[in-house]
Structures are given as C-alpha cells and as structure tokens.
C-alpha cells in the first residue's frame, strides 16, 4: 500500500517537471537529438535527464543507464548543476530499485552541490526526495523532518502544486505511524489546494489518501465514498496499477460492510489489473489483495482459500522484504553525519596550522632585523619555538584522534541500538504469525465433527496448520487476527459501547489479552506514555472507579 501511494505522489511530481514527456513521440524526439552530433554538451545532459526521469518508474534499470550517462558527461563538463540533476535522477531511480543506501548518498551529494549554490528550487527537491527515501525504509522521524523541510520551502516559494503534494506526503507519514486522524487533516488540507489549482491527479491522490484513513479508523461508507470519488476523478487517465489499488481498498471497505460478493468482485478486478501489468512496484498491490482475499475467504468459511492465499502473501512478502533496509539507511545517516563533523575538525585544524604559520613567519622576520647579530641566540630561540609548535601540533593530533574514535563509538552504539529495535520487531512478528495460525487450528478443530466424511483432507490440511505453526516460518498480521478471533468479544463490546473506534477496540483486545504496556506500544508502534493515555481514557469512558480492574472488566464481554 505504501509503495503504490509514493509512486503516485512521485509521479504527479514528474508529470510537472516532465511536461509531457510521457507522450512516445516526445521520447523519440529526444533520442533523435541525442543523435545529433552537433548538439551542445549540455542540451545532451538536458535530454539524458529527460529520459530518466521518463524511464526511472517503470523500466528502472534503463532509467539508471541514462541518469548515469548525464553525470558522467556533467562531471566532464564541470557543470556543477547539472551534476546535481543527474545526481538527483540517479538517486530517484535507485528508490524506485529499493536500493536506499545508494539513494540517499546521491541525494545528499547532490543537496551538497545545491547548497552551495544557494538554490532553491533544486533544494526543495532533494527534501523532497529524502523525505520518500526515509519513508520507504520506514524511518518515520528522519521521514516527516524532510517533508516538513519541504512543505515550508514550497510554501514560501509559493507554489501551491508541490506545497499540496508535500501535505500529502506529511499525511503519508502520519499513516505510517498509526495517527490517522492527524493524516486525515492533512490529506483533506491537499484536497483543497488540489481543488483550488484544478489539479485533477492531486484531487485523486487526496481522495484515495481520505478512503484509506477512513477505512482504518472504520468509517467504511465514508471510505466508500471517497474512495469511488478517487476513481471517478483519475479515471480515464488512470495508471492499470492506480485503480487496483484503489479496488482493493473498496474491496476492503465492502468486505467490512458484509457486502461480501461486491467484495470478491472488486478483488477479482484488481486481480486482473496486477497481473496485466508489467510494472515493478506489482507486488506491492498483490500483497494488498491476498491480504483482503484471505479475510473474506475466512468470513465466508472457505478455510483452505484463506490459508493458500496466506502462503502466497507470505511467499509474496519474504521475495521483497529486505529487513536490513532501515539499519542501512540510518547508519548511512549517522555516517554522513560523523564524516561532516569530522571534516570541519580537520578545517579547524588547518586554520590553526594557517595562523600559526603566519605568526611563526612574522616573529622571525622581526626577530632577524631586531639581533642579526646575535646569529647563535637567534638560532637557539628559533630551536626552542620550534620544539613548541611541534608539541602544539602534536598536541592536536592527538586530540583529533581522539575526537574521531569518540566518533566512531558513537555510530557503533546508533548501529547496536538499530539492530536491538529490530530484533524486538522480528519478535512481535512471530508472536502476530502465531496467533494467527492457532486461530486457524481452534477453529479447524471446532469443525471436526462437521466433516467427518471428507476426514483424509481435512486432517491433512490441520496438520499443515500445525506444521506451519511449528516451524515458525514466518508472521500474519496481529490485529486481523485479534478480530477474527474474538469477533464474540467485539460484538458484545460495541453492543454496550457503540462510540468505541478502531483503535480503542484493538487496544481493548491487546489488554484482554494481557499485553504489557510496553508490548501494546511496540506493536501499535506508539510511546509508552500514549499506550498508558489511551488506558487511561479506556477507563474514563467504562466509567470505572479506582478500585476496578479493566482487564477483569475487558473478560466479561
């Protein structure tokens, strides 16, 4: 789902800085002048960033050989901005690649060359840039700083385009972090940009962006809505992978609303609309609907389905996943931070070496014009400052040493600490994949008596379930599972408390289940101390005295 969101915000960004070079016959225009061999070096490096940028979201790899090409030629030409568009193009199609430690060195060179033009424009962009570099390795906090960084330099350049964009990329990383009512905000405050400027992709991203927040905080008529205005909007313009994305989504809505064959119907569609397509981020959109297909296949009893279709997702996620990608990219980051800090000790270094140079070279005049007769005194004074300034150089040597393994210790812990957070991510996986193949079983079991006849199969297909379980292959997801087990708790709790939201009713379940505080937080990936506040109003809304236990509570439901 986060995959088909960047690309589409991505490629509404392309779709401005392009202008129309989508279009074939512009392509071969452009090769046709790359022909030319009286054509100016840079109207070359113009044309070989123009077709990256064409290139870099569907056939990468190509996208890549002509970004390469433009640097290399820049570099030649010793054209300092021109190097950074390259760089930037480069950077973009190695994101698109998923490779984020080559992505977001580029950037950062090219934010280097920028900088030091005082540029703009072409720094927004590389916030921008790092801002989807971050979020696709899921690094929330580095994520939101750079698209705030950008929103705030798209706003005082005054383009209300882009400033838009950046909102719903603000959204975006609110998603990720489970807030969706601030994401929400957001996306409805790009809608309205979008809509003032008459930005008909802008309006459709937003639109999706609002379906997909209702639907997580079960608002599934409001996510119907919002979700068919997104179609309605981007059709018929709309990229094959857009709409089924947005199909799957309706489907969810649908399958949540018991409109269980409008549910299958629209997976289905989705289904033909992936697997016609040659596109690279396809994967991302089969997750989404084997994820659905499973529920639904569940909801309507068809266990075998939903466990096939659980394979395939966790075959699916196992072939793409890369769980090493965000410690890559934060340590790349801490990297780039020691390395700057590390050059300017070495530009102070040189400034004192410079003054003492001057100093040395101005007493020595004055010494030699003061007693050039005292020849031997002379020299032994100039011996003795000698001596001094190479203890004073040696003296900083060896605190620059120091300062440097100081350094280097420190991006040792930032990497221990990386790979610690997700060793306790990997765990909470398996505790969610756990749960999920025993609810299988438990209810497997319940149907023993039910098909007696067709016994062989059934008990082949428990104890696949067992095997799975056993192994411990891999995880599901822990919420779904939460729901779909306990659908008589969920019941009874609404019937008595109908103003409950999604969240409160997971965090219901999470405490039921005797989750720590400090679990609760992990898996929701919150603070401690917002898993202890949202206790805390679970409580004020039971209206339960100080005395009463709100697990016990939770049990009777």
């Given at each position: 789902?986060?995959?088909?969101?960047?690309?589409?915000?991505?490629?509404?960004?392309?779709?401005?800085?392009?202008?129309?070079?989508?279009?074939?016959?512009?392509?071969?225009?452009?090769?046709?002048?790359?022909?030319?061999?009286?054509?100016?070096?840079?109207?070359?490096?113009?044309?070989?960033n123009a077709l990256a940028v064409y290139y870099n979201p569907d056939s990468t790899n190509q996208g890549l050989i002509f970004a390469n090409e433009a640097y290399l030629l820049a570099l030649k030409a010793n054209n300092k901005s021109l190097q950074g568009k390259s760089l930037l193009n480069l950077a973009e199609g190695y994101l698109y690649n998923d490779s984020y430690e080559q992505a977001l060195q580029y950037t950062f060179n090219a934010l280097d060359i920028f900088l030091s033009q005082n540029n703009p424009a072409e720094i927004v962009e590389c916030y921008r840039l790092l801002g989807w570099v971050f979020y696709d390795s899921e690094n929330a906090d580095y994520a939101m700083q750079y698209h705030t960084k950008a929103y705030e330099l798209y706003s005082k350049m005054g383009d209300k385009k882009n400033t838009g964009i950046s909102l719903n990329a603000?959204?975006?990383?609110?998603?990720?972090?489970?807030?969706?009512?601030?994401?929400?905000?957001?996306?409805?405050?790009?809608?309205?940009?979008?809509?003032?400027?008459?930005?008909?992709?802008?309006?459709?991203?937003?639109?999706?962006?609002?379906?997909?927040?209702?639907?997580?905080?079960?608002?599934?008529?409001?996510?119907?809505?919002?979700?068919?205005?997104?179609?309605?909007?981007?059709?018929?313009?709309?990229?094959?992978?857009?709409?089924?994305?947005?199909?799957?989504?309706?489907?969810?809505?649908?399958?949540?609303?018991?409109?269980?064959?409008?549910?299958?119907?629209?997976?289905?569609?989705?289904?033909?609309?992936?697997?016609?397509?040659?596109?690279?981020?396809?994967?991302?959109?089969?997750?989404?609907?084997?994820?659905?297909?499973?529920?639904?296949?569940?909801?309507?009893?068809?266990?075998?389905?939903?466990?096939?279709?659980?394979?395939?997702?966790?075959?699916?996620?196992?072939?793409?996943?890369?769980?090493?990608?965000?410690?890559?990219?934060?340590?790349?980051?801490?990297?780039?931070?020691?390395?700057?800090?590390?050059?300017?000790?070495?530009?102070?270094?040189?400034?004192?070496?410079?003054?003492?140079?001057?100093?040395?070279?101005?007493?020595?005049?004055?010494?030699?014009?003061?007693?050039?007769?005292?020849?031997?005194?002379?020299?032994?004074?100039?011996?003795?400052?000698?001596?001094?300034?190479?203890?004073?150089?040696?003296?900083?040597?060896?605190?620059?040493?120091?300062?440097?393994?100081?350094?280097?210790?420190?991006?040792?812990?930032?990497?221990?600490?990386?790979?610690?957070?997700?060793?306790?991510?990997?765990?909470?996986?398996?505790?969610?994949?756990?749960?999920?193949?025993?609810?299988?079983?438990?209810?497997?079991?319940?149907?023993?008596?039910?098909?007696?006849?067709?016994?062989?199969?059934?008990?082949?297909?428990?104890?696949?379930?067992?095997?799975?379980?056993?192994?411990?292959?891999?995880?599901?997801?822990?919420?779904?599972?939460?729901?779909?087990?306990?659908?008589?708790?969920?019941?009874?709790?609404?019937?008595?408390?109908?103003?409950?939201?999604?969240?409160?009713?997971?965090?219901?379940?999470?405490?039921?289940?005797?989750?720590?505080?400090?679990?609760?937080?992990?898996?929701?990936?919150?603070?401690?101390?917002?898993?202890?506040?949202?206790?805390?109003?679970?409580?004020?809304?039971?209206?339960?005295?100080?005395?009463?236990?709100?697990?016990?509570?939770?049990?009777?439901?």
């Amino acid at each position: 789902m986060t995959k088909f969101i960047r690309v589409l915000v991505l490629i509404s960004l392309l779709v401005f800085s392009a202008e129309g070079l989508h279009a074939q016959t512009n392509i071969d225009s452009l090769k046709r002048l790359l022909s030319n061999e009286k054509i100016s070096i840079s109207q070359k490096i113009n044309s070989l960033n123009a077709l990256a940028v064409y290139y870099n979201p569907d056939s990468t790899n190509q996208g890549l050989i002509f970004a390469n090409e433009a640097y290399l030629l820049a570099l030649k030409a010793n054209n300092k901005s021109l190097q950074g568009k390259s760089l930037l193009n480069l950077a973009e199609g190695y994101l698109y690649n998923d490779s984020y430690e080559q992505a977001l060195q580029y950037t950062f060179n090219a934010l280097d060359i920028f900088l030091s033009q005082n540029n703009p424009a072409e720094i927004v962009e590389c916030y921008r840039l790092l801002g989807w570099v971050f979020y696709d390795s899921e690094n929330a906090d580095y994520a939101m700083q750079y698209h705030t960084k950008a929103y705030e330099l798209y706003s005082k350049m005054g383009d209300k385009k882009n400033t838009g964009i950046s909102l719903n990329a603000i959204g975006l990383v609110f998603q990720m972090k489970n807030e969706n009512d601030s994401s929400k905000k957001y996306f409805e405050k790009a809608l309205r940009i979008a809509e003032d400027i008459n930005n008909t992709s802008a309006i459709a991203a937003s639109l999706n962006n609002i379906g997909i927040c209702e639907n997580s905080l079960g608002n599934y008529l409001s996510a119907v809505n919002f979700l068919n205005r997104a179609l309605d909007t981007k059709m018929p313009l709309a990229k094959p992978l857009d709409e089924a994305e947005t199909f799957n989504q309706l489907a969810y809505s649908q399958l949540k609303l018991k409109n269980y064959q409008e549910s299958k119907r629209l997976l289905e569609q989705s289904r033909i609309l992936i697997e016609n397509s040659a596109s690279k981020t396809k994967k991302e959109k089969l997750l989404d609907n084997l994820n659905i297909s499973s529920q639904l296949n569940e909801v309507l009893g068809d266990y075998s389905g939903a466990f096939k279709n659980l394979q395939k997702y966790t075959a699916i996620r196992n072939e793409i996943a890369s769980r090493s990608k965000s410690d890559a990219v934060a340590a790349n980051n801490v990297k780039r931070e020691t390395d700057k800090i590390e050059l300017q000790m070495k530009s102070i270094l040189a400034q004192k070496e410079m003054r003492s140079f001057q100093r040395n070279a101005l007493g020595i005049g004055v010494v030699l014009l003061l007693v050039i007769g005292f020849l031997f005194f002379s020299k032994l004074k100039q011996r003795q400052k000698k001596e001094k300034e190479l203890f004073v150089v040696k003296q900083a040597l060896i605190k620059k040493e120091l300062d440097n393994s100081l350094l280097e210790k420190k991006a040792l812990n930032n990497k221990l600490e990386f790979k610690d957070a997700e060793l306790k991510n990997y765990a909470l996986y398996i505790s969610q994949r756990n749960d999920l193949i025993r609810g299988f079983i438990d209810e497997l079991s319940q149907l023993q008596s039910e098909v007696k006849n067709q016994m062989p199969d059934f008990n082949r297909l428990l104890d696949k379930f067992q095997y799975d379980l056993e192994i411990n292959k891999e995880a599901q997801d822990f919420n779904m599972t939460i729901e779909e087990m306990h659908k008589d708790f969920f019941y009874n709790l609404l019937q008595k408390f109908p103003g409950l939201t999604v969240n409160e009713r997971r965090l219901c379940a999470q405490i039921r289940l005797n989750l720590s505080i400090k679990d609760i937080a992990s898996i929701n990936n919150i603070s401690a101390k917002s898993a202890e506040m949202a206790r805390y109003r679970l409580r004020k809304h039971f209206e339960l005295s100080h005395d009463e236990n709100l697990n016990e509570f939770l049990k009777k439901f």
